[in-house]
């Protein structure tokens, strides 16, 4: 039974509503509209909402399908069975939205678990369900036979509840012998009705005259509404009240208070008695909003405001006066009141800003346009009339244009974003009213970025210091560069400049990593072969165009101890450091009985050679130097002495890790007579190697010669030009080769001692944290400056 009445209700609902239904989908929530027609049934259905959302029915109850709309909730309910919408109750399309040109009913449906919101918008069709209907059911007029034909009598239009097409669309009068209707079309005021004298009265013939005005709207069959006039012939009142002005013009200020009297009109009757007392009254063709106004005083005729004026709304009303005789047949006389409003500055300029770029770039040229700014004031003359300004402290300024009441904000000095990238500019609108009123917006214009900044290295130059024998491919030193523009502007990429140059070959075994700017050596690099070196990094931003800077890099190899101490001094003829010496038994103690000599190619302590005796078959008969290697007896020999001994000299330099090499000495005790023989023999061969020692001598001494002539010239050429281009302050002389050793020898009572250490210029210090084998020369160019001065 409940099913047969649900489809009969269906089937009923879709006929009398012609539902439309459309969708539109968004994301997670979607709009659906359908159209009804009011004072459908309770239980009509309006639409499935699940069908038409795609919506799962078996999951509405569960999911607590509903509709939360707070104003028209009770208008509709949704089936959570099976999701259809139905009409709740009885809907009056004029009770809901009065005489709106479209009536339209916002839903809003959720489903739970998850959270969804749906809109269905219902739109509520008119339907011809009023009649016209006059405030009067019947209406009596009061005319002396006098009247003139052609006489006009306005009517109280008639009302009809519907909008649109289903209004009153026209009158029609019953068929009588003395009236004819006009009809006056007032618009928005609808249709007034008129009744036209065609013929004079004869009250003896007849006293009363009874007419039906019909009023009927648009419909489809039209609907009417009627009322009865009853038209009473009186004796002749033959003068009509007459308006002391031809003209009523008054002005009235705006926010007048209620109560203010805008004018009295003054109308006057010739005849007596009652016929001569004259009533004041509203037009019938007055609007609901005139009433609503004002208001007239019946006897005196003053119009009094009676509600708020608003210039900015209305700016002129023109009222219809109506001044009536209270004669039997009164007389009336209408006479219009325009009514000039008054604008005073109660309106503050009101800021649009029609164009805006927010951000600008930086090298913008002074003039460009950053917004269009609109300004609007409702009130007119000078209350209306708009000045615009802003503070000083910003690059820009606004500039007039062609158009009324339009500016241009535009750029008034260079900008420069690493200074300042947002400004907050406050656009001050102020009238010219008494008093002024003003009102200001703040946009905000962010300064974009261009590629107008060179990347600057951290330091320039750069001086680093690597130990030698590094790691192969590993990181040694890393430079860094910063950009004060941001994004891709400040993205920085490094490379090393290689220009070819033969003097700058090691650049060709770096390698630097281009975001990072860390720098890869990819060989060890070795102290005794190379000291110092100098090359060049190049850092480009990634902006268009690109822009770059570069920086000097200083490199000084720090010396480890890497090299074992050689042996010069014994060397047998296999090249083994074995030796043989000859010694006469009958020596005194303190007989030299060989001195060994070795080299370290290290510089300072790691080159700064020891020797100790590391095997001897007899420590009380010969003794060793520490520091210049001579082996000397330390007694006399005797009988019972072997007749060889083996001395093992243990060669160590002073590094953290000490390197070491030995050498073998094996000394023969015998006779005077095979001394001295032996001894020629080793006197002509150390001749011959005497000779060859002075001839390297002499060549090495003439190359040493040469070298410091030119060291000379050259200084001296350096400051005759008085240059003062230095790279650096450190050792890059020849000097600072760090493979010549020099002695010290000093005595302490009858000892000798020698210390053997690297070879240092006179004034050179040793920098503290350098390993104690870098070299600083003093700065001479301050000496010479204080020199020549």
Request: glycine fraction near 6%.
């Amino acid at each position: 039974m409940e099913q047969r009445r649900y489809e009969r209700r269906k089937g009923r609902g879709y006929l009398v509503g012609c539902v439309v239904a459309v969708l539109l989908w968004s994301g997670a929530s979607a709009q659906i509209r359908y159209s009804i027609s009011e004072e459908v049934n309770e239980g009509t259905v309006v639409g499935n909402v699940a069908n038409d959302l795609g919506l799962d029915k078996s999951t509405l109850r569960d999911r607590k399908y509903r509709i939360v709309s707070s104003n028209a909730d009770h208008l509709f309910h949704v089936n959570q069975n099976d999701g259809v919408l139905y009409v709740s109750r009885n809907i009056d399309r004029e009770e809901v939205c009065a005489q709106s040109s479209k009536c339209l009913i916002n839903l809003k449906t959720v489903l739970e678990n998850p959270l969804e919101v749906h809109y269905v918008v219902v739109e509520v069709l008119d339907i011809n369900d009023h009649s016209p209907s006059f405030p009067e059911k019947e209406k009596h007029l009061e005319i002396s036979e006098s009247v003139l034909p052609g006489a006009r009598f306005q009517l109280k239009p008639s009302r009809d509840l519907d909008s649109g097409h289903f209004s009153v669309q026209q009158y029609k009068l019953s068929h009588n012998d003395y009236f004819r209707l006009e009809v006056r079309d007032k618009g928005k005021d609808g249709k007034i009705p008129i009744l036209v004298l065609q013929k004079s009265l004869d009250r003896e013939a007849a006293r009363s005259n009874s007419l039906e005005l019909t009023a009927l709207d648009g419909g489809k069959p039209p609907k009417n509404g009627s009322m009865n006039i009853v038209v009473n012939v009186l004796d002749v009142n033959d003068n009509t009240p007459v308006f002391s002005k031809d003209i009523y013009s008054v002005t009235l200020s705006e926010n007048a208070p209620i109560g203010t009297t805008v004018v009295q009109v003054n109308a006057t009757d010739l005849d007596e008695g009652q016929n001569g007392e004259v009533y004041y009254s509203f037009g019938n063709s007055v609007s609901n909003t005139l009433f609503k106004l004002f208001d007239i005083n019946t006897s005196t005729g003053e119009i009094i405001v009676k509600a708020l004026i608003d210039y900015e709304e209305k700016d002129k009303y023109e009222i219809e006066i109506e001044a009536s005789d209270k004669g039997l047949a009164p007389l009336t006389t209408e006479k219009s009141v325009i009514i000039q409003i008054v604008d005073i500055n109660d309106n503050a300029p009101e800021i649009e800003v029609t164009s805006f770029s927010n951000s600008i770039p930086e090298d913008s040229r002074t003039g460009t346009t950053v917004a269009l700014i609109s300004v609007h004031d409702l009130d007119s003359g000078l209350n209306g009339k708009v000045i615009c300004s802003i503070g000083e402290d910003v690059p820009f300024a606004l500039s007039p244009s062609l158009q009324d009441k339009m500016y241009s904000l535009v750029t008034k000095s260079p900008l420069d974003r690493e200074r300042r990238s947002k400004y907050d500019v406050t656009i001050i609108a102020k009238d010219a009213g008494q008093p002024s009123l003003s009102s200001a917006k703040t946009i905000s214009v962010v300064v974009s970025d261009v590629n107008d900044n060179r990347p600057e290295f951290s330091l320039s130059p750069y001086t680093f210091y690597v130990t030698e024998a590094n790691e192969p491919g590993a990181s040694v030193f890393s430079v860094k560069a910063f950009d004060r523009d941001e994004t891709e502007n400040a993205l920085i990429s490094y490379h090393i400049l290689r220009d070819g140059n033969k003097d700058n070959k090691v650049t060709s075994f770096l390698n630097i990593n281009t975001e990072s700017g860390d720098i890869l050596a990819l060989k060890s690099f070795d102290f005794e072969t190379l000291k110092t070196f100098q090359f060049q990094v190049v850092a480009s931003d990634s902006g268009t165009p690109s822009l770059s800077s570069n920086v000097t890099v200083n490199v000084f190899i720090l010396d480890q101890n890497d090299n074992a101490p050689v042996i010069l001094y014994p060397v047998s003829s296999n090249g083994s450091a074995e030796g043989v010496e000859e010694v006469p038994r009958n020596v005194n103690a303190g007989h030299l009985v060989t001195k060994v000599r070795a080299y370290d190619a290290d510089i300072g302590y790691n080159g700064w050679l020891l020797f100790s005796l590391q095997e001897v078959t007899d420590h009380s008969l010969f003794g060793l130097d520490r520091y210049t290697g001579q082996i000397r007896t330390l007694r006399s020999f005797t009988e019972t002495d072997e007749a060889e001994h083996k001395l093992v000299i243990l060669v160590k330099d002073n590094g953290n890790v000490s390197l070491s090499a030995t050498a073998t000495v094996v000394v023969k005790v015998v006779e005077p007579k095979e001394a001295f023989a032996a001894s020629d023999v080793k006197s002509a061969t150390k001749d011959e190697e005497d000779n060859n020692v002075i001839f390297y001598l002499m060549i090495t001494l003439g190359s040493v010669s040469t070298l410091f002539l030119i060291s000379i010239i050259v200084l001296i050429a350096m400051q005759c030009s008085k240059s003062t281009d230095y790279t650096s302050k450190y050792l890059q002389e020849t000097n600072y080769d760090g493979t010549l050793c020099h002695s010290i020898q000093y005595r302490s009572g009858e000892k000798r001692y020698m210390l053997v250490g690297p070879r240092m210029s006179i004034g050179s210090t040793i920098v503290p944290g350098s390993h104690a084998n870098t070299l600083v020369l003093p700065d001479r160019r301050h000496t010479s400056g204080e020199a020549i001065a």
